[in-house]
């Protein structure tokens, strides 16, 4: 962590926002903030150097060329390697989830290099779309609870050797590969499909990230009565609606 505060950086919040995304770095900055951490948050857009000196990276969804566009950016800049090998903490969702990859399939239907940061490799899915609510277990190795989100994208991804599933599905796609997947990760790297925003559904991954920077066990507690709310509100209407 920086000498002053926790450094919060939002990658390219010009191509890669899309279904609230945005929501995640204000759950994390908040939840921050809630417990008198100091907190720092770069937003940098897709014309803007990539920081290498930041904490936890966010990286939202987005569209087909707007994620090519940005893939391509930050390939150029390389910024956000270089922040990994210095073991910054990194959040992806959905097109940023595909682009922290080795490889995914562009708006052009030809293969994209993605950074290789995380081993998954991610091609279109011939079928229907994947969209609806998801919900599954994360790894227990995270000691998270269970996830809920919102999934809507034509991807499959494939988790390589060197990276494991962030949650096995009770319902919903995923990575779309059959084998009820959802999302990897990595050391402190991590995707997944689910939108929502996923912070605001799951406020524990946010302080998961806030533990992973602070290198500590525990935070102090903060009041969850809102998120609880929206947490329960959002398993009850996925769980309930008609197959």
């Not at 926790?6 to 929501?23: A, C, M």
């Not at 939840?31 to 150097?49: F, K, L």
């Not at 904490?55 to 969804?61: E, W």
């Not at 602070?214 to 929206?230: F, I, K, T």
């Amino acid at each position: 962590m920086s000498d002053t505060s926790l450094r919060l950086v939002w990658v390219y919040p010009d191509l890669l926002s899309t279904y609230g995304d945005q929501g995640n770095v204000l759950v994390v900055e908040r939840r921050a903030q809630q417990r008198h951490i100091p907190v720092t948050r770069i937003d940098v857009r897709s014309d803007q150097p990539i920081p290498t000196s930041g904490d936890i990276y966010l990286i939202g969804g987005g569209e087909d060329r707007p994620q090519r566009l940005a893939a391509e950016r930050l390939r150029r800049d390389g910024g956000l390697n270089r922040a990994v090998g210095n073991g910054a903490i990194v959040f992806s969702v959905c097109a940023g989830y595909q682009i922290l990859g080795t490889e995914f399939i562009n708006d052009l239907g030809r293969p994209e290099p993605g950074l290789g940061i995380l081993d998954v490799r991610s091609v279109r899915n011939e079928g229907a779309r994947h969209v609806g609510d998801i919900m599954g277990d994360i790894d227990e190795r995270l000691g998270l609870p269970p996830l809920t989100g919102f999934e809507n994208h034509q991807g499959n991804t494939v988790i390589g050797p060197s990276a494991r599933p962030f949650a096995r599905l009770r319902f919903g796609s995923g990575n779309g590969t059959g084998d009820g997947t959802e999302g990897a990760w990595c050391d402190t790297v991590f995707g997944t499909y689910a939108h929502g925003p996923v912070m605001a559904r799951n406020p524990q991954i946010a302080d998961m990230l806030l533990k992973l920077a602070l290198d500590v066990h525990a935070l102090p507690p903060v009041d969850e009565q809102w998120y609880e709310a929206l947490r329960a509100e959002r398993i009850a209407a996925a769980t309930q609606a008609p197959a």
